[in-house]
């Protein structure tokens, strides 16, 4: 590839304050040796965004360039990276490389650990610079799109590993967001018996429905139910991917005794947990944070063929000059599962978006 011109732009999804995403020119990144340059071409948004844009991310800091859930293809490789034109997924992960995580094998919780598109700059843009060594490539002829799924699905495959399945388990997923719907799709996959769905907005539990997870009705108290339903004293593993205190109170009363809770999202506050029925059931509460390198190729290997049916789930796609309107949907009470945007489309300029008052944020990485 030619070299570029220290003035060389490109254009990119800019956070400049709290409800304001501005789409316009930024300098072309610079490629340091041993790092890769990427052509993007479609970024996702997740509950971590929506935290940015509100203002309400405890770390990120304007003018930022967003988005951390990246798929593109090389452009300018080098000895370590996979060669030009291969499509890859982005491994977002900036670890310390000091701290006691670091130094034996658990980057993933790093005690200083930043991402791409939080902590520094992100991949809504035409163009991501990133370290050699942190990209999957994507077997040829996964869709773009779905490739898209890779790094929040690798959030479920690492929450599901934390559980430990061995199959034939019963599962209880708090959560019909994105992740807690990936997280009951590996779960399926990973050999549990029965798969249940606990979410109050009707537009994602008839996602739930649609994806074969029976699903808790609206307004009742889920471990009672799914106790009465199943016949049993609670879910032999439970995943809370809604963050909500809600949710938290009842988490020790939906497993069973000796059964397993894993907290996925993350919670914004200090919440009530009832930790005498923890350790009355000798119960297993595991925090689950990101990923590891392992998960992601996980995930990556998951797309091919579509095992999960990760094609069926509704995803709606924006240019980036539309990236206003794009997080506008991503917060709507009828949000689809997924919202792109696809960083070749040409750009239509810039809108302002104003943030609801609601900003509690699942997933904060």
């Known amino acids: 590839m030619n ?7 490109m254009r990119a999804a800019v956070w400049t304050a709290p409800g304001h995403i501005d789409v316009r020119d930024v300098p072309y990144p610079r490629v340091p040796d041993g790092w890769l340059l990427l052509r993007v071409e479609y970024g996702g948004i997740c509950g971590t965004d929506l935290s940015i844009v509100a203002g309400k991310h405890p770390r990120a800091a304007a003018p930022l360039v967003l988005g951390h859930e990246i798929v593109g293809t090389v452009l300018r490789s080098g000895a370590d990276g996979p060669p030009v034109g291969t499509r890859v ?3 977002p992960l900036i670890s310390c490389g000091r701290c006691w995580a670091c130094r034996n094998q658990e980057s993933h919780v790093c005690r200083e650990l930043e991402l791409f598109g939080i902590d520094a700059a992100g991949g809504l843009a035409d163009h991501m610079a990133v370290p050699a060594d942190r990209v999957v490539p994507v077997q040829p002829g996964v869709p773009v799109r779905r490739a898209a799924w890779a790094e929040p699905l690798a ?24 992740i807690g ?3 009951a799709l590996v779960a399926r996959k990973a050999g549990a018996a029965r798969t249940v769905v606990v979410e109050q907005k009707a537009s994602r539990r008839k996602i739930a429905v649609d994806c074969g997870f029976e699903t808790v009705p609206d307004g009742v108290d889920p471990a009672t139910w799914f106790r009465s339903t199943h016949g049993s004293e609670g879910a032999d ?9 809600d949710v938290a109170g009842v988490l020790p009363a939906s497993a069973r005794e000796t059964g397993t809770i894993v907290l996925v999202a993350v919670y914004g506050d200090p919440v009530a947990l009832d930790l005498r029925a923890v350790c009355f059931g000798e119960q297993r509460l595991l925090g689950s944070r990101v990923y590891t390198r392992d998960d992601l190729t996980e995930a990556v290997a998951l797309l091919p063929d579509d095992p999960l049916g990760l094609d069926r789930l509704p995803v709606a796609v924006f240019p980036l000059g539309d990236a206003t309107a794009a997080f506008r949907a991503a917060r709507a009470d009828d949000a689809p599962m997924k919202v792109l945007l696809d960083i070749a489309e040409a750009s239509t300029g810039t809108e302002v978006f104003t943030s609801p008052s609601d900003t509690r944020t699942g997933h904060m990485r």
């Open 89 to 91: 997924v982005a491994e």
């Open 3 to 9: 070299a570029v011109s220290r003035d060389a732009t």
């Open 181 to 183: 719907i990936l997280v």
């Open 155 to 178: 959030v479920a495959v690492h929450a599901v590993a934390r559980a430990q399945m061995r199959g034939g388990e019963s599962v209880l997923v708090f959560g019909a967001g994105p």
């Open 237 to 245: 593993i439970v995943f809370d991917a809604a963050g909500h205190p």
